[in-house]
C-alpha cells in the first residue's frame, strides 16, 4: 500500500492513446497532474474504457499522488506562498 503526499483520493478519465500502456489497477504509473506536474501515482482501480473521436480511449481512474517527481510553475508558487520564515526580532534586554 502506498501512502498519498496529500491525504486525496484523484479521479481522472486518463487518455490512453495508440501503442501506450493501460492502467493497471494497484501499481504505480507516471502521469501529469494540472495542480502538481509530473508525478508517481498508484492506481486504485479503473474503471470501463471509453472510445474517443480522436481514436484514444479514456479510461477512469482513482488514484493517490504519492510523489512529486517534476513541479511544476504552479505548485511552486504555491509552496513559496505558503512557506513560513522566523524573522529575527530585537532583544528583550
Known amino acids: 500500500m502506498s501512502i498519498s503526499i496529500d491525504g486525496?483520493?484523484?479521479?481522472?478519465?486518463?487518455?490512453?492513446k495508440y501503442g501506450d500502456p493501460f492502467p493497471v489497477p494497484r501499481?504505480?504509473?507516471?502521469?501529469?497532474?494540472p495542480d502538481y506536474g509530473?508525478?508517481?501515482?498508484y492506481v486504485i482501480?479503473?474503471?470501463?474504457?471509453k472510445w474517443t473521436n480522436k481514436m484514444t480511449v479514456h479510461v477512469p481512474m482513482k488514484y493517490y499522488i504519492t510523489?512529486?517527481?517534476e513541479?511544476?510553475?504552479?505548485?511552486w508558487n504555491q509552496?513559496?506562498?505558503?512557506k513560513l520564515q522566523?524573522?529575527?526580532g530585537g532583544s528583550d534586554d
Not at 486525496?8 to 490512453?16: A, C, H, I
Not at 509530473?38 to 501515482?41: E, I, M, S, Y
Open 8 to 16: 486525496k483520493e484523484y479521479l481522472r478519465n486518463f487518455e490512453v
Open 27 to 33: 501499481k504505480s504509473m507516471e502521469l501529469i497532474n
Open 38 to 41: 509530473t508525478c508517481l501515482v
Open 45 to 49: 482501480s479503473t474503471g470501463v474504457p
Open 67 to 69: 510523489q512529486i517527481i
Open 71 to 75: 513541479p511544476n510553475k504552479k505548485y
Open 79 to 82: 509552496q513559496k506562498r505558503n
Open 86 to 88: 522566523l524573522i529575527k
